[in-house]
């Protein structure tokens, strides 16, 4: 076994100190990406410094499920670079990290990765923050558009230009919308939010969204562009006409984008993505106790919202230490506890997670231990 959180050779240990140095100053001094634990026990049971990286959809959440589980922890410290879906997934695998969260699973490649930082049975998912990516943009005086799927795909790969089109007039018969030329805006870092948003294209128009499905934008659809969410949202915002997709939390003031579902157009809220995510299917081929799902993007279920962004935290079965073990299991029952959910929810507007799915986490979770 090479790096992992098992116990990590020399080589690997380096590799986890660039991965976290190289994600800014905030970001934690830990070798490695393991749990420092101070002595003497917390007020709340859990101590130590615990690392995660990943999904920049899920900072206003986790900010929220850091300040919670720290005051209940006050010798205990959660430090979240928000760097991207990849850049997560990409140093938990390298032992560099000691969760990472992540709006799309781990592919097979990364998963059979993880089984050398976590044991034979590899990392597992627990979808921890649930929400919908909102189409989201900048046209004074609209607050809300229909579009269909087709209509949304060509509008993002540039078959349509400006506002007045007649695919978006047609859908729009009340509205007044000008000549504005439409200006796409989207990440140019491997992102969770860009995959979900593509999967959403690539089922609800197949004809128009012909590229394979990735967590990098097409360079043949390249157009404005930012990093991160928030990066997305400030460049929609200060340019007139454009429109982006967006983790819904962060989008603003932006008008909105209202979604052909079958023979309606269905708003954005946490209740319609909780719909959404209630007809996913598990991913075949994983733990037994796994989270991963696919989601039914083409979904015509009434009141579903079907551009949904279900971002996991990814963690392992087992850590090198008790310490590590314990702080990354308390951190874990909090997030999905409900107390954690309502959390989350009130910070960012996402759908707390059912009963079920709870108490599935929960159970995932239980499984966390200490290397035997």
């Known amino acids: 076994m090479k790096a992992s959180h098992l116990g990590r050779s020399a080589a690997v240990l380096a590799i986890g100190s660039l991965a976290l140095t190289a994600c800014g100053s905030d970001n934690a001094t830990t070798t490695g990406g393991g749990a ?35 005051q209940a922890n006050p010798e205990a410290t959660v430090q979240y670079s928000p760097d991207g879906s990849g850049a997560g997934r990409e140093a938990f695998v390298a032992g560099g990290a ?144 454009a429109i982006t997709y967006a983790d819904a939390s962060a989008v603003g003031d932006l008008g ?17 993505a909780a719909r959404a995510v209630e007809a996913s299917a598990p991913v075949e081929g994983r733990a037994e106790y796994d989270m991963a799902m696919d989601l039914e993007r083409d979904t015509t279920e009434s009141g579903a919202y079907p551009i949904v962004l279900v971002s996991y935290e990814i963690f392992c079965p087992q850590y090198d230490s008790q310490e590590t073990a314990d702080l990354v299991k308390a951190f874990g029952e909090y997030v999905v506890s409900e107390e954690g959910q309502q959390a989350a929810a009130d910070a960012a507007g996402s759908a707390p997670m059912s009963e079920t799915l709870r108490t599935r986490a929960q159970e995932a979770i239980d499984t966390i231990t200490v290397a035997g």
């Open 98 to 241: 000691d969760f990472a969260g992540s709006d799309a699973y781990l592919d097979d490649e990364e998963y059979e990765a993880s089984k050398e930082v976590c044991g034979p049975e590899g990392a597992f998912h627990v979808p921890a923050y649930i929400s919908p990516i909102a189409v989201a943009f900048n046209l004074p005086g609209v607050e809300t558009v229909n579009m269909d799927g087709e209509t949304i795909a060509q509008v993002f790969t540039g078959e349509i230009s400006t506002w007045n089109d007649p695919a978006i007039a047609d859908q729009n018969p009340d509205a007044d919308l000008p000549d504005t030329p439409i200006t796409v805006v989207h990440r140019n870092d491997e992102s969770g939010t860009t995959e979900n948003f593509q999967e959403y294209l690539a089922a609800a128009a197949p004809e128009v969204w012909t590229e394979e499905v990735s967590g990098n934008w097409p360079s043949q659809w390249a157009a404005e562009n930012n990093k991160g969410t928030s990066g997305v949202v400030e460049t929609t915002t200060s340019t007139e006409g």
């Open 256 to 272: 909105t984008v209202a979604v052909g579902v079958g023979e309606d157009y269905v708003q954005y809220s946490s209740d319609a």
């Open 36 to 70: 420092e634990t101070s002595s003497g026990a917390a007020a709340g049971g859990a101590a130590g410094t615990l690392t995660g990286i990943g999904s920049s959809a899920q900072q206003a959440a986790m900010t929220a499920w850091q300040n919670g589980f720290q």
